[in-house]
Each structure stands twice: as C-alpha cells, then as structure tokens.
C-alpha cells in the first residue's frame, strides 16, 4: 500500500482539468484497476467509472489486449450508457491505452498521438509504423523524430533528441520527468489517459467534443498492424529485400529505419520482423480504399512468394 499511495501521488501531480468530466476507465481486470481506484478516491471535477477493475489472471471480461475490437465493447457500451465524454482501455500491465470518443467510436492510435502530442512541446518520438495522421499534420511535422520500435530504442531516441514524449501505434505512451538533476523516460497508460483527460477537458471548457476534433481530421483507409508467419524455410531479410526490390523505383521516399519503409504519393507501408515472435509485421495505409486494397494484394503475394 505505502507504493501504491506513492505512485498516485505522483500522478496526481499532472492532472490539469479545466472542466468538469465523465470519463469510464476498462481496467480489463489488469493491475491498473487499484491505482485508479486509488487516485480517484478523492472529490474531483473527475467523475470516473471504472469497469472491470478487479485484477483476475483469468481475464474473465475479456481478453488483456484492447488491439483487439473485441476487447472494447464493454467499454463502449459504459461510454453510451454513461454518456461519458470518453473512456479508455488498458492492457493487462497498464504500460498500453486505448481510447473511444464521446459517440463510442474507437481512436485510431495515430489520432491518440496526435492529439496528445498538443500537450507537450516539441520535439517528438515516434516509431517507423505511425502514419500519415501524424507525419502530416502542419503543426508537427517538422518537429519529429523517428524510432526503431520497442520501448529500449523509443527511450533512447528521446533521452538523445531530450524530448518530452514519444508514442508508438501499438497504444505505447512515453513521457519524460525530472528527478533532481536527471529526466527519465517512462511509458505509461495512465498517464496517456491524464493527458486526454486534461486535453479533453479544455475542449469542454471551449464547449467543444472529443469527438467533433476527431472529425475534422483528415481521414486514410489503412489496414491494422499484420503478422505474417515465418516458417522453417522463410527468411525476413531475404523477404524484406524481395519486397525492397519490387517497390524501390516507385518510392518517393525509403527507409531501413526499422525494416523497410517505402512512400509513394498515394500509399506507405512498413514491414519489419517482430523483434519478439516469428513474424513479419506490417502496416499499410493508402489515400483512396482501392489503392488499399491494390496494395495490400501485392505484398501479400511477394510476402508468401519468399
């Protein structure tokens, strides 16, 4: 308990609300439940409405990982039944967040990040895989700075560039603090979700909606993160270089980064070997849904081809 108490105190620390708000936290029966439990025992402008919240390794409301739609629909539904300006779901051990607007309808984790970025000065991290959303947007463009994926080369990538946050699209939040004379780095769900509190909470004080933000975006047809397994005889350079190979006179832009990362003017498309599972991973995103579809057709067939 003396930990507990210790680690919500710091987190209080960053709250900035400037409105009154509704916000449903799906602790997927994962640790974060008793941290938020605790930081919002007192009276807030925050009422907060946390749902499966009971840490349970049988993860008996659904499954740990909010990537899956599935994984969301408790939390949907709360967000329409409450008519809360916005909830947010965590993963078992709480370092990931996702998040749905006041309509229920799932953020992208692009959208999360750009919104988030609003709230920290610049520079910014991100990883090989975030998209146009963000590589973009007018106001940020200039000032990011990209990573390999995984948490040990985002924190060292922001620790060089001493920036005050990074993301990756897997729902990573990364956040910088000084203790004493010394910034650390540290990613953290909950605090992703303070930072969306607080930003969303000027939105109301403005009378405006998580969700009408989101729909002034600029929208991209794009497919979710895809792992192709490797089997016995597959090999990801020699796949990596087959796809290179193929795509190399049409790049406006390329990159081995982390993979290969090739750009035209109509698509992009990342692909890497997980650095954790037999897999190849992918992301793709197109302007138009036929280009999409065209491309997503293509390197599938040069995927299994090697």
Known sequence: MPYLNLYTRFLSKFFEIKAPLKVVFDSSNGGTGPVLKNLFRRSSPLTS???????????????????????????????????????????????????????????????????????????????????????????????????????????????????????EGSGHYYFQTIFGKHAAYFDSGIMAAIQMINGVSHFKEKGQKLSEWLDHLPFYYRIPETNFRLNIKSNTAKTIKAVENFYKRAAKIFSHLDGLTIETDEFWFNLRGSNTEPFLRLRLEARKKDVLAKELRRLKTLIKKN
């Open 49 to 167: 409405i946390i749902i499966n919240g009971k840490p349970d390794g049988r993860f008996p409301a659904h499954g740990p990982n909010p990537l899956f739609d599935f994984a969301k629909k408790d939390l949907i539904s709360a967000v329409l039944q409450h008519k809360a300006n916005f909830g947010v779901i965590f993963d078992a051990d709480g370092d990931r967040a996702f998040f749905v607007d006041d309509r229920g309808r799932p953020i992208y984790p692009d959208e999360a990040i750009l919104f988030l970025m609003s709230r920290f000065s610049p520079p910014y991290v991100i990883d090989a895989g975030v998209g146009w959303q963000v590589r973009e947007n007018s106001r940020f463009k200039n000032f990011l700075v990209q990573s390999r994926v995984g948490t040990y080369f985002i924190k060292k990538t922001m620790k060089k560039v001493k920036a005050n946050f990074g993301a």
